[in-house]
């Protein structure tokens, strides 16, 4: 079936460098992506978003990419900071109000 | 800032018996989910729930699972009969405004409830 997935489960960065987590996602009709961060213990927390028709949204020290010729979207995140070491999801949307998730990526920061 | 609320926040039960999971959602929120994350995997889709009906189901959600809003404020997921591999986090969410209209930022989960099953 039709499925979201993730490239590296885990990522390892130093305090200050930047970050790129990757998906690659196989529905063509998806037409809406999202990226949530998860702490532990608690439930994903909405990051950024970007529709098909933009191939690049920005946020506060975060940047989706999206490629659609690819299938593929990326989250990056600039700076990166202790606070930022959680695993990270991207999902997408093609209808109604389903989330498809990808694995999910472990991004761990360095002191 | 507004949070949905999960209880109980970690369920042990034996295979078998029914369990009923617990979720506050915003207050003015109209759609309601449920999304289940089997230990180490990613985070699946249930049911949504709107006008106080079913809007859209997985086909995880079969007959063993069933969800209500008994009042004003309660939203439940019942699990009957449970298996060994019902055994999860699961998470209630809620928005007020659909995610296709409004974007999935208006989406907010709970912390999670964990079942396991014996």
């Known amino acids: 079936g039709e499925s979201v997935g993730l490239h590296l489960p885990t990522l390892s960065v130093q305090e200050g460098d930047n970050s790129i987590i990757n998906c690659a996602y196989s529905?063509?009709?998806?037409?809406?992506f999202i990226w949530y961060k998860q702490e532990s213990g608690k439930g994903p927390q909405f990051i950024i978003d970007?529709?098909?028709?933009?191939d690049k949204r920005q946020g506060q020290r975060v940047t989706v990419l999206l490629n659609k010729t690819v299938k593929h979207l990326s989250l990056q995140i600039a700076a990166t900071q202790p606070g930022d070491s959680a695993v990270y999801f991207c999902?997408?949307?093609?209808?109604?109000?389903?989330?498809?998730f990808g694995g999910g990526t472990r991004l761990m920061v360095k002191p | 800032e507004p949070e949905v609320t999960q209880t109980p926040s970690h369920q042990v039960t034996q295979m078998g018996q029914e369990v009923i999971l617990r979720c506050v959602p915003i207050s003015n929120h109209l759609y309601f989910y449920w999304y289940r994350q089997i230990l180490g995997q990613k985070v699946e889709f249930l049911v949504s729930?709107?006008?106080?009906?079913?809007?859209?189901k997985s086909e995880i959600f079969d007959d063993q699972f069933s969800v209500e809003r008994p009042d004003g404020s309660n939203f439940t997921l019942k699990i009957r009969s449970t298996k060994l591999e019902d055994s999860a986090m699961y998470f209630c969410?809620?928005?007020?405004?659909?995610?296709?209209?409004?974007?999935?930022?208006?989406?907010?989960f709970g912390a999670g409830s964990r079942l396991t099953v014996l």
């Open positions: 970007i529709r098909s028709n933009m």
């Open positions: 999902a997408e949307n093609d209808a109604g109000n389903m989330l498809t």
């Open positions: 729930f709107y006008n106080n009906e079913i809007s859209e």
């Open positions: 529905n063509s009709a998806s037409d809406y």
């Open positions: 969410a809620s928005s007020g405004a659909s995610i296709q209209s409004s974007g999935a930022n208006v989406l907010t």
